[in-house]
């Protein structure tokens, strides 16, 4: 069994981010620039934006917050989003989910500027990505990608089978990992809360993602022996022998699947990295745009 190194990797394509940034300075450009609008206080929600805003500034990009009060309205939270697709200082910007319940979440990422959508959830973005154009891609099943490509993992002609099917994670990684390239190409099934036997589809996969957001939901008795099994999941379970009073798992049950591995990602240091150096990869992709380089 071998570790796939997501923080290893993460951090290899930061330093290409920033000697790109750097070098685009030297040349007179300006820094690129992301935005996040935060709604209410939601812990994983202000981990995420702590971490995104620390690394887009480890790279040498500009990071802006817009911070609200859970009971903003709808109509508020369209005009800031109005006045973002209209910053010309703005490169890209992410509206972090969840939202409070009185929100139309669909309405809400529907007004984003498609060229402008780093988190790739817009439809078109979405929808480019179904039709193998370019296109934003979400970064969680972006920076798997680029984790599978960059540790050798082969995935052409081989068995994926992709656990959860939400628009941020399974949806889009089933489709990536379909396309025709030769970094993808793999045969995909989704599985979901209505599959018949999850546990023997999941048995036949070469490459097995989990993400569907449940603590250690797959077992050994699921996975191939061989099988590459990447872990989306990231849950805070109590542990009273940690000073911080909880540890991090995955949607695997890790002791137990990892000895019957060719390869698995850990969790802390798998996908997790791997989400934020894919947004500023995006963010990379929106300036680049947007100023027309490269
Ligand atoms: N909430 C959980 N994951 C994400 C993400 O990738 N982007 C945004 N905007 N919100 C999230």
Redesign the pocket.
């Known amino acids: 069994m071998r570790l796939i190194d997501g923080k290893t990797i993460s951090d290899a394509i930061k330093k290409e981010i920033a000697a790109e940034v750097a070098s685009l300075m030297d040349k007179g450009h300006r820094p690129p620039h992301m935005a996040a609008i935060l709604v209410g206080h939601d812990g ?2 202000e981990t ?1 934006i702590a971490s995104k805003e620390k690394n887009c500034r480890a790279v040498g990009m500009t990071s802006s917050l817009y911070r609200y009060e859970e009971n903003i309205s709808e109509k508020e939270l369209l005009e800031v989003i109005s006045f973002l697709n209209d910053d010309e200082e703005v490169d890209g910007f ?5 939202l409070p319940r009185h929100m139309d979440v669909d309405r809400i990422i529907a007004a984003v500027d498609p060229d402008k959508d780093i ?1 790739g ?1 817009h439809p078109v973005n979405m929808g480019r990505l179904a039709l193998g154009e370019d296109a934003f891609v ?3 099943p972006c920076g798997i990608m680029e984790l599978l490509k960059r540790d050798g993992i082969e995935t052409s002609g081989k068995k994926c089978v992709v656990l959860g099917r939400s628009n ?1 994670v399974g949806t889009p990684m089933a489709l990536l990992m379909s396309r025709n390239n030769p970094h993808a190409n793999a045969t995909v099934t989704i599985c979901h809360s209505k599959t018949a036997d999850l546990a023997a589809e999941a048995r036949q996969a070469d490459i097995l993602v989990a993400a569907l957001g449940k603590p250690g939901f797959v077992t050994a008795d699921m996975v191939k022996d061989g099988a590459v099994v990447v872990d989306v999941g990231i849950h805070r379970i109590a542990d009273s022998t940690k000073q911080s009073g909880f540890r991090l798992v995955g949607d695997v049950d890790f002791e137990k699947v990892a000895p019957k591995c060719a390869a698995i990602t850990p969790v802390p240091g798998g996908v997790g990295p791997m ?1 934020i150096a894919a ?1 500023l990869m995006n963010t990379m992709k929106a300036y680049k745009k947007k100023e027309k380089i490269g």
Request: aromatic share 12%; hydrophobic share 50%.
């Open positions: 994983a929600s995420y992410i509206v972090q989910l969840p988190d959830f979400p970064a969680t941020i989400t947004l």
